[in-house]
Nanobody, 117 residues
Framework: QVQLVESGGGLVQPGGSLSLSCAASGIIFRLYYMGWYRQAPGKQRELVATITPGGSTNYADSVKDRFTISRDNAKNMVYLQMNSLKPEDTAVYSC???????????WGKGTLVTVSS
């Protein structure tokens, strides 16, 4: 079955950097759209970034120029490099995959990122 496992979360000071990873299994990874979403306490889940099978990327305005999504099809991995972190970036970050934009999707359990001094 499809499995997504995130790693790399933790506590970081404002202005710091953190890199998240998501390992995918149970899919032909190179064919799938991949994305990162986040949910802050008391808020709805929101899109952070997506990457298509061809490598095209899309970002939420709030993270543009600070976060970078990438994928390694040979390793079945998707990454999220987060720089210049702000307290408002604190959230559970979850990995998402779907075969095409309107297809049924799959989620990882998430990893907590806390930005605080």
């Amino acid at each position: 079955q499809v499995q997504l496992v995130e790693s790399g979360g933790g506590l970081v000071q404002p202005g710091g950097s953190l890199s998240l990873s998501c390992a995918a299994s149970g899919i032909i990874f190179r064919l799938y759209y991949m994305g990162w979403y986040r949910q802050a306490p008391g808020k709805q889940r929101e899109l952070v970034a997506t990457i298509t099978p061809g490598g095209s990327t899309n970002y939420a305005d709030s993270v543009k120029d600070r976060f970078t999504i990438s994928r390694d099809n040979a390793k079945n991995m998707v990454y999220l490099q987060m720089n210049s972190l702000k307290p408002e970036d604190t959230a559970v970050y979850s990995c998402n995959t779907r075969l095409y934009p309107t297809a049924a999707d799959y989620w990882g359990k998430g990893t907590l990122v806390t930005v605080s001094s």
